[in-house]
């Protein structure tokens, strides 16, 4: 099931890593060290979303469970640990495998982290066959099970509350839109869902989990109040979504009080062993920077958190792709707010800023090859120094000598394909 869903899933993304590939292969290199076209200015009273947190699913159903140490080395927030804050786990259509989610949810939760679930299908005496554009093995929910596949939801929130888990949130569906595999829902089953059943969760709920923010699918919930009222979460994926379709004016409109989440991806591809692939490993810090800014997205969650593709390799250890996310994760914590930053002030130099626990963190990429002299000038608020952590082709999250804010500004020097987490305490 699982490779045919990572071929599947890499022929969506594959065109993205081509075009970024293809951006660095043309890349001409300038001087050894230029400066910024213009100031990046952080404006601490403009306030955007609150960050729930970043993360990744463990599935110890198809690929194993994490060990102690992989545990630790996922949730902590100490030197070479990822500092995860949330956990997606799988319900499985099989009671009898629930229990094999509760020791990694456990620890997840120790550390401070949210753990939500997500089902790919439901029992099988509650789904049919049906044709689908002439696929005849299609799988879907039985119209008249409804509200006893949201008693099934129920049942494992109960048994993980029971083990000592108590879930953030629950989906109705994984990728209700994209289910070869697994089962589909339309638009309208979805609708009829969360209108007549999804309030009898006793759990937070997600919807609809697009696997590409088809907005097709979140569009009806968010135009029917019933349907709105029963969502607490918006959920979606950004597999081979464009960063053009990553704003929602709906959401915008008709979200008020819900949250906003990216529930799984993998990015720029999930081929064997690339997740120490440098600079295509900085991919992942640009795609998260604009999920944050151009999404406004509160939560932003990796597919697997261990493997050859991941942000932690399979012998457990840290991967660049892993140290990219960590930018964010390990910094910008739960209950912080985006603030508001000059997103591009340099052609390749790409920055988000947020505020929390009375700091300022600042996330800079510079994806240019040449090292950039960039000016930030904080605004509403101050610092008297920052603490900058780099990762690049040599470096994995290397703290630097702190700067030192004159007159509101700092000077730092972004090196070629790289992405600096700036840290500062604010003044009172």
């Known amino acids: 099931m699982h490779a045919t869903w990572s071929r599947l899933k890499k022929s969506v993304c594959g065109w993205l890593a081509g075009v970024t590939a293809l951006s660095i292969v043309l890349a001409v290199p300038g001087p050894a060290q ?13 306030e955007k979303q609150v960050i729930r947190g970043f993360g990744g699913i463990n599935h110890p159903v198809w690929i194993g469970d994490l060990t102690k140490a992989q545990r630790e080395t996922a949730f902590g927030n100490g030197d070479n640990q990822l500092g995860f804050s949330i956990l997606r786990i799988h319900v499985d259509e099989d009671r009898n495998n629930w229990s094999k989610e509760v020791e990694t949810a456990k620890s ?8 939500f679930a997500s089902p790919w299908n439901p029992p099988s005496d509650m789904t049919e066959t049906f044709n689908r554009n002439g696929d005849t093995s299609a799988k879907r929910l039985r119209y008249d099970k409804y509200a006893d596949y949201a008693q099934y939801l129920n049942d494992f929130v109960t048994f993980m509350k029971n083990n000592g888990v108590d879930l953030y949130a629950i989906s109705v569906q994984n990728e209700p839109d994209y289910a070869h595999t697994w089962t589909w829902w339309t638009p309208e089953e979805m609708l009829r869902f969360m209108k007549e059943n999804a309030g009898s969760i006793n759990c937070r709920v997600i919807a609809p989990e697009s696997f590409q923010y088809l907005k097709n699918m979140s569009d009806p919930i968010l135009n029917d109040p019933q349907a709105l009222a029963n969502m607490d979460i918006l959920g979606t994926h950004l597999y081979g ?18 949250e906003l989440w990216m529930t799984e991806v993998y990015y720029p591809n999930s081929e064997a062993n690339s997740a120490d692939r440098w600079p295509e490993a900085l991919d992942v810090s640009y795609h998260i920077h604009n999920a944050m800014v151009e999404g406004d997205f509160e939560a932003y969650v990796w597919w697997y958190i261990r493997r050859q593709y991941g942000p932690m390799k399979e012998d457990g250890t840290i991967s660049k792709r892993g140290y990219n996310m960590a930018h964010f994760s390990k910094f910008v914590r739960p209950g912080y707010v985006r603030v508001d930053a000059t997103k591009n002030p340099d052609t390749n130099v790409y920055t988000s ?19 950039v002299s960039q000016t ?16 690049d082709a040599s470096r994995n999250m290397t703290a630097g000598s702190s700067i030192k804010v004159k007159g509101g500004s700092f000077t730092a020097q972004l090196p070629a394909q790289s992405v600096t987490t700036f840290v500062g305490e604010l003044a009172h």
């Open 34 to 46: 230029v400066s910024a076209s213009s100031n990046a200015t952080i404006n601490l009273s403009a």
């Open 108 to 115: 997840a939760i120790a550390h401070g982290a949210i753990v």
């Open 241 to 258: 979504t464009q960063i053009s379709d990553f704003a929602y004016p709906l959401f915008k409109e008709k979200g008020a009080g819900k």
């Open 353 to 371: 800023a947020y505020k929390g626990n009375n700091k300022v963190v600042i996330v800079a990429i510079n994806k240019g090859t040449s090292a």
């Open 376 to 391: 930030f000038t904080l605004q509403n608020g101050k610092a008297s120094k920052v603490t900058p952590w780099v990762t």
